[in-house]
């Protein structure tokens, strides 16, 4: 259904006096409402029972903690990839083992941002803050605390012009809302978020705040992260998630085209059934992705473990070692035996029954004799798959 543009354009005046239209959405809901036929109602409810089957599977698994240590980073280098970092899932994990990553530097610790800037808003949520404004900027503030975009008003809504594609805002893609605007738009946008001016069922208001977001484009730096980061918060919010288990990152790098393409559509055409149709095929794909990985981890632990208790005596302790790097894929002997309360020696030896399967279960990564380093391959080879 094409309703006509969802906003308006604005001409301003910015860079020596040439002429720019920035584009000011209007606010939500859509006007006029949401048509949701036959077909759409079927896709949105097929993702919702993707969803309700991932909740599910969280909710049984053993250890959800150790999933989810690795799927929230799994996640952060796949929405930096989006924005041109080269950091791999390993090179994250080896920078949080102390170890020296294959990327650059600065790429790893930017990832490493979005990690602690999730669980930042993750934990806000958990004490009470509702979804708002207020959490958003906290959320911006540690996703830019230092490094690229440290100088880029890191927490505080825009005060200039930003634009999308083109060395200036007169060449550019798209031209968000002008500055002085941002600060209602964004208030506008929380108000939705609290059901006002009427209830949005929550998946529906997930696909619309997205776009909303990222069509205000409300910080200098750090918008495409920040809001994909709000669709998982929002369902966490709305307790359609009970853990943060669902990223929509991997499905909108693998249609990107189709991705930039719909957000286009729905500000010239006001689009709307279009791009819920692709939000909801997406969160049904990646819910039904993650169960999928989820039950391959949880199978290839089974399965490690009923060799690992073919070792007899020594079986107790190497179990220990074999779950401290099914929840951290890549340690050291000091991070193992942190995690694990055994002793260096003891970690040591467990390590070297592990390597010296006819099928490993662990490599050491760095051929050094001291301050060697180990991997969880198989483990890491399920979980990154998709990651480029």
């Not at 097929?46 to 969803?51: E, K, S, V, W």
């Not at 073919?310 to 074999?322: I, K, W």
């Not at 040591?348 to 301050?371: C, D, N, Y």
Request: charged share 25%.
């Amino acid at each position: 259904m094409s309703r006509g543009a969802s906003g308006s354009w604005v001409v301003t005046s910015v860079v020596a006096g040439e002429s720019v239209r920035s584009f000011v959405p209007a606010d939500l809901p859509p006007a006029p409402p949401l048509r949701i036929g036959a077909d759409l109602r079927d896709t949105l409810d097929g993702a919702l029972l993707a969803l309700g089957r991932l909740d599910s599977v969280a909710t049984r698994l053993p250890e959800t903690r150790q999933f989810l240590y690795t799927y929230v980073r799994r996640e952060a280098v796949l929405s930096s990839q989006i924005e041109g970092t080269q950091s791999t899932l390993s090179d994250l994990l080896l920078y949080e083992a102390k170890g020296a990553p294959g990327a650059p530097l600065d790429d790893v610790r930017e990832v490493s941002r979005y990690v602690k800037a999730l669980d930042h808003g993750l934990l806000r949520l958990r004490e009470g803050l509702p979804l708002c404004n207020r959490l958003l900027r906290e959320v911006h503030g540690v996703l830019l605390t230092d490094g690229r975009g440290a100088d880029l008003a890191p927490g505080s809504f825009r005060r200039t012009q930003n634009w999308i594609g083109g060395t200036r805002p007169g060449r550019a893609q798209f031209v968000p809302p002008p500055p002085e605007r941002v600060e209602s738009l964004m208030a506008t946008l929380e108000r939705f978020l609290h059901d006002d001016p009427e209830r949005t069922p929550p998946l529906i208001k997930a696909a619309l705040a997205h776009v909303q977001f990222e069509t205000i484009h409300p910080f200098l730096d750090g918008n495409g992260r920040l809001g994909r980061l709000l669709i998982t918060l929002l369902l966490c919010a709305e307790g359609v998630l009970g853990e943060p288990m669902l990223y929509l990152s991997l499905y909108l790098k693998e249609n990107r085209d189709e991705y930039y393409d719909l957000l286009t559509r729905v500000r010239l055409h006001g689009e709307w059934e279009t791009w819920l149709e692709f939000f909801a095929n997406g969160v049904a794909a990646t819910a039904t992705q993650v169960v999928a990985t989820t039950r391959r981890l949880t199978a290839l632990l089974e399965s490690d473990e009923r060799r690992i208790h073919e070792f007899g005596t020594t079986a107790g302790s190497t179990l220990r070692v074999h779950r401290a790097l099914a929840a951290r894929p890549i340690l050291t002997i000091p991070g193992i035996s942190a995690a694990t309360g055994l002793t260096r020696p003891t970690v040591t030896s467990a390590l070297k029954r592990l390597a010296a399967l006819e099928i490993p279960i662990v490599r050491e990564i760095t051929g050094r004799r001291r301050g060697r380093t180990y991997a969880y391959d198989a483990y890491l080879e399920v979980l990154e798959t998709g990651l480029a």
